[in-house]
């Protein structure tokens, strides 16, 4: 899915700007007028009422996550060279995903850090009712970490 190279070019390469050319990514002449970004709400009478819901929080969400964090390729202990993504490694089913994979993830800066810290330790209360089944153990990490 997504990877049609009469439909895309150059589907096998992370290439975002492709979306500046047209909403969908595809190639200029491609039909489009039957074309949805996604097709994880459903369609037709059993379409997911919440996805503008949906659709916002993930678009805040990883607006959050690129704005806090630099994302690169883990290190092999052994030989320290990148460990590459294999970017056709995903779960089969209904709703595909990609298969847990390494990566390194940092803040981009301190000053990131510390805002990233601020937020965390700030959002405590609205997470609280949701923490009463973790586990002991989790919650002995969660208390270090709301200094």
């Keep these: 899915m997504f990877h049609d190279p009469e439909v895309y070019e150059r589907p096998d390469d992370f290439w975002p700007d492709r979306f500046l050319l047209n909403e969908f990514g595809t190639k200029a002449g491609v039909d489009n007028t039957d074309r949805r970004t996604n097709m994880a709400f459903g369609s037709g009478r059993r379409f997911c009422p919440g996805v503008h819901l949906a ?13 806090a964090f630099d994302f690169s390729l883990a290190t092999d202990p052994d030989t320290g060279k990148p460990i590459p993504v294999d970017i056709h490694d995903y779960a089969k089913g209904i709703l595909t995903c990609p298969n847990p994979f390494k990566c390194k993830i940092t803040p981009r800066s301190a000053h990131h850090a510390e805002i990233i810290e601020h937020d965390f330790t700030a959002a405590g209360p609205a997470f609280e009712p949701f923490e009463r089944d973790l ?10 970490q709301r200094k």
């Design 55 to 67: 659709n916002n929080s993930l678009m805040l969400n990883t607006m959050n996550l690129v704005w």
């Design 135 to 144: 586990r002991e153990e989790d919650l002995a990490y969660i208390a270090t």
